[in-house]
């Protein structure tokens, strides 16, 4: 079984700043990787996605993720956060068989 | 527009009602399902479908009964529910129950309160 680990539950952070949000899993086997953001009174929508290939993947926002096999991690950053930004963030896994694994997800707060 | 709809927004029911939730999607996905998502905890699957047969059950308590009279269409039935109930429930959809790589669509989700 797959699991997800989101070390931070919140993350505050000032307008402009970078930022990082962690995601660790456990497999056995390979996996696919997702990041998903929840705007407030939202359901959750796909931010981008590692299948295969390189090992960073972008998305049309600014966020960016770098798959890391030997760390089991696949943490999510962007170089200057705005209000916008400010949302849940859920990392998720499948070996691509099975339904996806959420992580308790990291609530990112951004201060003007 | 996601894509996903759910209906009610909003649900506060006592513990001896009974009520349905609905989820509708016409995005010509074949596999439908059904997430709690509580504070603090993460996301948890409850039901699966695909091709309008359930593929998953993760040891959900019966007063949850889904239904899934065709592709477009889920509804998550309730009835003597338990504050503990009380969450956010998520619908989405795929393509596929497996191998589906492109991710899920979600709806926006119906907050239940039991009181």
């Known amino acids: 079984a797959q699991s997800v680990t989101q070390l931070d539950s919140q993350v505050p952070v000032f307008e402009e700043a970078p930022v990082e949000l962690r995601c660790n899993y456990s497999s056995s086997v390979s996996v696919y990787l997702f990041w998903y953001v929840q705007y407030p009174n939202q359901g959750l929508q796909l931010l981008l996605k590692?299948?295969?290939?390189?090992?960073l993947v972008e998305s049309i926002n600014g966020f960016e993720a770098e798959f890391n096999k030997s760390q089991t991690s696949f943490h999510l950053r962007k170089p200057s956060v705005h209000i916008s930004d400010t949302a849940e963030y859920f990392c998720?896994?499948?070996?691509?068989?099975?339904?996806?694994?959420f992580g308790k997800g990291t609530r990112l707060s951004v201060i003007a | 527009e996601t894509g996903v709809t759910q209906t009610p927004r909003h649900l506060v029911m006592g513990m001896t009602n009974k009520k349905s939730l609905k989820c509708e999607q016409h995005l010509g996905h074949n596999a439908m399902y059904w997430y709690k998502q509580s504070a603090k905890k993460p996301l948890e699957l409850m039901f699966v479908?695909?091709?309008?047969?359930?593929?998953e059950n993760n040891s959900v308590p019966s007063r949850f009964s889904p239904e899934c009279p065709n592709s477009s269409h889920l509804f998550l039935h309730l009835h003597t529910l338990q504050p503990e109930d009380s969450a956010l429930y998520l619908c989405a959809s795929s393509r596929y129950s497996t191998g589906d790589f492109y991710g899920y669509t979600f709806g926006s989700g119906t907050r239940l309160t039991v009181v």
């Open positions: 998720a896994v499948t070996p691509g068989n099975t339904p996806l694994v």
């Open positions: 479908y695909s091709l309008e047969e359930r593929v």
């Open positions: 590692y299948l295969s290939g390189s090992t």
